[in-house]
């Protein structure tokens, strides 16, 4: 049974930096793309960045560019979100996400792209 558990949420000062992780289980998807999404209050589910299977390319939505960062270790099945310089409008349930397909040589920023999602990490920013 595929699983991705998200890990590293918590509440932080504006200004500061935090590490998401995403642990993946059940299948191994060094050979798929894998993304962050956000949810706000009050807001739609949104793409914050994804990385495809080479962990060459990668895209950012303009909101996080130059601030956030993802990465993948295959080794670990595991991918990761450094979050820096956050801002309270960051605050958001973030979630990992898994496409089934292999080597998509492009990162897709739908929702509906994606097959597999962890539950979400809380990430609280405070002004």
């Known amino acids: 049974q595929v699983q991705l558990v998200e890990s590293g949420g918590g509440l932080v000062q504006a200004g500061g930096s935090l590490r998401l992780s995403c642990a993946a289980s059940g299948r191994t998807f060094s050979l798929h793309t894998m993304a962050w999404f956000r949810q706000g209050p009050g807001k739609e589910r949104e793409f914050v960045g994804g990385v495809t299977w080479t962990g060459g390319t990668t895209a950012y939505a303009d909101s996080v560019k130059g601030r956030f960062t993802i990465f993948r270790d295959n080794a670990k099945n595991t991918v990761y979100l450094q979050m820096n310089t956050l801002k309270p409008e960051d605050t958001a349930v973030y979630y990992c996400?898994?496409?089934?397909?292999?080597?998509?040589?492009?990162?897709?920023?739908?929702?509906?792209?994606?097959?597999?999602w962890g539950q979400g990490t809380q990430v609280t920013v405070s002004s």
């Open positions: 996400a898994a496409d089934r397909r292999a080597l998509t040589p492009v990162v897709l920023t739908a929702s509906s792209d994606y097959d597999y």
